[in-house]
Structure formats: structure tokens, C-alpha cells
């Protein structure tokens, strides 16, 4: 019997058991790790959806309600959501919280921080970074104006990737 080491937290690819066998596969990639895309329109593609470029520039905290519902996947209502933005906005610091909404839409979807970080996107281009957040639930399936639990029956269950789950702390 061959006694192999404990593979240390520095090290990339584990020892094989023998050394004239294969190297081992590696475990699935951290979340961190995964690969970023694109997301699916620029940040100033606001015309390609017009009808929803005009309700955030007149309202954007209805847009903001609609997108925080999906991204929470009904946990938050569009109404609560769209008060807190008021809130906010009426003290001028509605980005600190929109732009936590775009780094969890990043996060499901593995998207990258394109073209800056997300505060900073939401605080020069709140009204652009609405639209294109909306428009990528949009071309994900969704249909960010009829709610959550609409879009989730309208997919009879079946909803869009989950997020890769790290597993957590382990262990030596």
C-alpha cells in the first residue's frame, strides 16, 4: 500500500497515488475562477428595447423593482424594491444599492465587470446600466415585466443555469 501526502492548499494539481499513472483530473473550477462572457448588449444599447428605455428614463425605479424580482427570484417584490430606490434616490445614493443587484446578475450569469465596476457604472450610468441589466434577463428568457412567479411558471419549473455553489470549507 502507497501512502500519498495531503494535498496542501497551495498546491495546483494533486500528486497521483502512483507515479506512473495519469495525473488526476482537477475538482470543477471555484466560482471565482470560472471563465467571464460577455454580456448579451452594450451598456448604451438602451434603443435596442425602446419601450423599456423610455419607462426607466421616465421611472427607473420601476425597471430597478422588475430586475430586483428576477435577480432575487421572488424573495424581494418589485414594489418593495422600487420604494427602497425612491428612498435612496431622494438622498442621491440609490447606486450604492443597484449596483449590488448588477454584481448578483453578474455572479448568476458569470458576467464580466464591463466596462468599469459595477458602483461605478451605476453611479455615472444609472439609467443605461438599468437597461442593459433588464435586457439581458430579457435574453435570458425572462420577462422581467410580468414578476417572478409568472416567469417561473411560464418555465414550468425549469429556470435558467444556477450559479456554481463552491463547496464551502473542508477539512485537511
Avoid at 3 to 16: A, F, Q, S, Y
Avoid at 64 to 89: H, K, M, N, P, W
Avoid at 113 to 122: G, K, M, N, S
Wanted: net charge positive; proline share 9%; glycine share 6%.
Amino acid at each position: 500500500m502507497n501512502k500519498t501526502e495531503p494535498l496542501k492548499p497551495h498546491e495546483i494539481t494533486p500528486k497521483p497515488a502512483n507515479p506512473q499513472s495519469a495525473p488526476q483530473t482537477l475538482p470543477p473550477q471555484p466560482y471565482a475562477a470560472r471563465p467571464k462572457v460577455q454580456w448579451s448588449t452594450g451598456l448604451c444599447d438602451c434603443f435596442d428595447d425602446p419601450s423599456n428605455c423610455c419607462v426607466t428614463y421616465c421611472c427607473p425605479c420601476i425597471t430597478f423593482g422588475r430586475i430586483a424580482e428576477i435577480v432575487d427570484r421572488g424573495q424581494t417584490s418589485c414594489v418593495s424594491a422600487s420604494r427602497i430606490y425612491v428612498a435612496l434616490a431622494s438622498i442621491g445614493c440609490a447606486c450604492l444599492y443597484t449596483c449590488t443587484y448588477r454584481t448578483k446578475l453578474r455572479g448568476v450569469y458569470s458576467l464580466q465587470e464591463d466596462p468599469c465596476a459595477d458602483c461605478c457604472v451605476h453611479f455615472w450610468c444609472t439609467h443605461c446600466a438599468l437597461c442593459q441589466e433588464y435586457r439581458e434577463l430579457k435574453n435570458r428568457g425572462f420577462n422581467p415585466a410580468i414578476g417572478w412567479i409568472a416567469n417561473a411558471d411560464r418555465m414550468d419549473g425549469a429556470t435558467t443555469t444556477p450559479p456554481f455553489v463552491g463547496t464551502g470549507m473542508t477539512r485537511l
